[in-house]
């Protein structure tokens, strides 16, 4: 008898929802044709208008969100920002919050009919951030995961450069998951499989390469979120303290205990936004997938 397999972008929900113990929604993919020709690419969770915004960091793509999107129940959209996952690459590579936020306000425009709770990891927290400064009418609240403008991500970037340097395609997929498995990065091996087979695509000429442009970049990607120094700190660093202190939905810094934001970082923020809420978890920088149920309790929470 013919065995049919999946080999979509949704092969692995199915398994993820039996192993939480929920039922699988309905999830499908959306684009939008932006003014300037570029797409931009979602996923969206449920057939109920969207109440929850997920953006991810950089390097990442929607689907980091799949086990915590599952564990919300709730309906939700998960963006690929410019240059990640299914979105188009920007040909000036301006992968900050503030462009990030332009293209994000189009989505929403398109595809919600309420304000959004918005939930921005890493880079997507600072885009979150930017989002809300610019257009307070999208966003009701920002949760903004591991990250804040002054962060220092000396060792964030020191590994992204180990784990991007060389050649940028590959013979096969498993030579990217033993790569991330030797630099750290990842889970178990079936973890990173997963993550490599939805942030890969194969060319026309048989090779693996990255969806996402950062991949492409990388020195320049992170040398454009250079927060500079105390005495002559960056424009991007400065505005992005700025887009907080503009912002007025409630925020929610959520540290992660073995991630980037130290306690000063978060001291730091607290002192800069005296009303956000600080709230620590046990996980790594990618919250969303070392602690997916916790941080679903905490937007559920909001919600």
Do not use: C
Not at 11 to 19: F, I, V
Not at 54 to 67: F, K, P, Q, S, V
Not at 210 to 237: C, E, I, M, N, Y
């Amino acid at each position: 008898m013919d065995v049919a397999i999946d080999t979509s972008e949704f092969r692995y929900l199915p398994a993820q929802a039996d192993a939480l113990g929920v039922p699988l929604p309905r999830v499908e993919r959306l684009s939008l044709e932006l003014p300037d020709g570029r797409m931009l690419s979602a996923l969206r969770f449920g057939t109920e208008p969207p109440r929850v915004t997920l953006l991810h960091g950089a390097g990442l793509n929607a689907h980091t969100w799949d086990t915590t999107a599952l564990a919300l129940q709730h309906p939700l959209l998960a963006i690929d920002l410019a240059g990640h996952g299914d979105s188009s690459w920007r040909d000036d590579a301006d992968y900050t919050a503030g462009p990030l936020a332009a293209d994000v306000a189009q989505a929403l425009d398109a595809w919600t009919t309420q304000p959004q709770i918005v939930v921005g990891q890493s880079l997507g927290g600072l885009t979150a951030a930017a989002l809300a400064a610019s257009r307070p009418d999208l966003v009701s609240e920002i949760m903004v995961v591991d990250i804040t403008p002054g962060i220092d991500v000396t060792a964030g970037p020191a590994a992204l450069r180990a784990f991007y340097e060389g050649p940028t395609d590959f013979a096969t997929r498993d030579e990217l998951v033993d790569k991330a498995i030797s630099l750290g990065f990842g889970g178990t091996r079936p973890e990173t499989e997963r993550g490599v087979f939805l942030n890969t695509r194969i060319r026309d000429d048989g090779r693996v390469e990255w969806k996402h442009h950062f991949a492409h970049l990388a020195a320049q990607a992170l040398a454009a979120h250079d927060v500079g120094t105390p005495a002559s700190p960056s424009t991007r660093h400065e505005s992005g303290w700025g887009d907080l202190a503009a912002t007025s939905a409630p925020i929610t810094l959520v540290r992660a205990t073995r991630g980037f934001v130290s306690d000063a970082d978060a001291a730091e923020f607290q002192r800069r936004v005296p009303p956000a809420h600080v709230i620590t978890i046990d996980a790594t920088h990618n919250v969303q997938e070392t602690a997916p149920t916790e941080l679903a309790a905490l937007i559920s929470a909001v919600l």
